[in-house]
């Protein structure tokens, strides 16, 4: 270092003498002409050996290093008017399917109803959320053809509006990831989409199915890796949810929660690696955490797809739920906390885990302060308690949670995409500014917690046909608690 240092300062002099004597300074030309080819002749085997290894170390680094992934732009699903479904209404179908025989099998059941109609009263959904055409009719429709026609209005009415939004031809997509849990028929949701636009042959298509309401999350995981792989393309996640299927007509209390929070919803999202899409381009991809605690069986258990005892298929939630995801939420946030948090709250978090670890086990794990690291917070509008806890404990103030409950209000648990819902009423909201940093959140069945934070690019506005444009105006409105 010391030899590169001396050459470099000669160079430096060598140039300063040039100058001078190309003023007309007291300097003979000639004898510095002789002393300048001296010391390159001299040093020339290191200045090439230097020149080498910088020149080799940057084309390295730019075959090698990750490529920027940009989101484009997204776009969710808004349901056509007459899906929407009041309380009252919903009640009034539900007591009507009772009294025909369509469910619960007993007709003096009326505490089942009543039951989901108290869940429904204090679980933050309001009067205007959707459910499909299959369960507002009588008799009930929970057949394939209903369950795949919801699913194609919903995924397609997404994708059309985002391709008119950005401009993008079907036939320049490279890659595609569909995630639906519990909907996965033959062909694939992703084929279905492929069928649709004409998309070209070689395309990387893939579908997820399974992975509960953090698959959104995990699809844009996979999209990014597969964004690495393969240059100078774009890929579109598809994350949704079949309502028509998984309405549960059984009688046990625990199965019947999904009833009163799952809605119809949908959202498309175009990712680029493209450098030259930074510019209009509205995100740019930070970080994705995935944790996964399937291992345990508690964790494995606590939301599970079965049967009932009268062979009715439902999702079980068990008692192990809320310390299940509190636990798996905090190995998630253990992780991104170091990649994002200022160095402050990094030490701050070291000390308190040696000192519990070694000192005093008694110790309350510190929090850290995420408002320091993130402006916007994107939590799955998986259900009231669900937000009212991550608020808690992340020590969140009410405005930064407003995004997930407003999403849960108006469009209830649209499942892997409510938090592409939540992102575009902060857009909608005109809060989204150049340098803002966005965390996204959501838990799922496995058991899972997944994050991806992005930084805003510029000040963002809402896109065309937001689902928040015919009604931001009345947004935020009171919950009642």
Not at 23 to 45: A, P, R, T, V, Y
Not at 345 to 358: G, P, Q, R
Not at 396 to 417: C, I, K, Q, Y
Request: a positive charge; glycine letters at 6%.
């Amino acid at each position: 270092m010391k030899n590169l240092k001396m050459v470099f300062f000669k160079i430096f002099f060598i140039s300063l003498m040039v100058g001078l004597a190309m003023k007309g300074s007291w300097i003979n030309l000639e004898d510095l002409q002789n002393f300048f080819l001296h010391h390159i002749q001299n040093n020339l085997q290191t200045i090439s050996l230097l020149s080498f290894l910088v020149g080799f170390v940057w084309i390295l680094y730019m075959l090698t290093r990750p490529k920027p992934v940009y989101l484009v732009d997204f776009s969710c699903y808004l349901p056509p008017s007459h899906l929407k479904v009041s309380i009252q209404t919903l009640m009034g179908h539900a007591r009507r399917a009772r009294e025909a025989g369509m469910c619960w099998k007993n007709k003096e059941s009326d505490y089942l109803v009543d039951f989901q109609e108290k869940i429904l009263e204090r679980s933050g959904l309001g009067q205007e959320t959707y459910i499909p055409e299959g369960l507002q009719c009588f008799p009930l429709q929970q057949d394939m053809g209903a369950s795949r026609k919801e699913t194609e209005e919903v995924i397609f009415g997404a994708l059309d509006n985002l391709f008119r939004n950005t401009g993008v031809k079907p036939d320049d997509i490279g890659i595609l990831v569909v995630n639906s849990s519990t909907f996965n028929p033959t062909p694939s949701l992703a084929s279905m989409i492929v069928n649709k636009y004409k998309l070209r042959d070689n395309i990387k298509s893939l579908n997820l199915g399974g992975m509960g309401c953090s698959a959104g999350v995990i699809a844009v995981d996979v999209a990014k890796g597969l964004l690495q792989v393969h240059r100078n393309t774009y890929a579109i996640v598809v994350s949704t949810e079949n309502i028509t299927q998984n309405l549960y007509l059984g009688k046990n209390k625990s199965m019947l929660v999904t009833n009163c929070l799952f809605r119809v919803g949908g959202a498309a999202v175009l990712l680029s690696n493209r450098s030259r899409d930074r510019k209009r381009a509205k995100y740019e991809l930070v970080h994705t955490v995935r944790i996964h605690t399937g291992s345990d069986d508690r964790s494995f258990e606590c939301a599970t797809q079965e049967e009932d005892e009268d062979g009715i298929i439902g999702v079980t939630l068990t008692k192990n739920l809320p310390m299940v995801a509190a636990r798996t939420l905090k190995i998630n946030i253990a992780t991104l906390g170091p990649l994002v948090l200022p160095l402050k709250e990094k030490l701050a978090f070291f000390i308190t885990f040696v000192k519990k670890k070694y000192f005093k086990p008694e110790l309350r794990n510190y929090t850290p302060d995420f408002k320091l690291a993130f402006e916007h917070f994107c939590i799955h509008a998986g259900g009231r308690a669900l937000i009212d806890e991550l608020e808690e404990n992340l020590k969140l103030s009410p405005l930064h949670v407003e995004a997930s409950r407003m999403t849960l209000h108006r469009f209830g648990n649209t499942s892997s995409s409510s938090i592409w819902y939540e992102l575009a009423y902060t857009e909608a909201k005109g809060r989204m500014k150049e340098g803002d940093r966005i965390w996204q959140i959501a838990l799922g069945s496995g058991f899972k917690c997944n994050s991806s934070v992005w930084v805003a690019l510029r000040n963002v506005k809402p896109s065309a046909n937001s689902p928040w444009e015919d009604c931001m105006d009345r947004y935020p409105v009171e919950i009642d608690i």
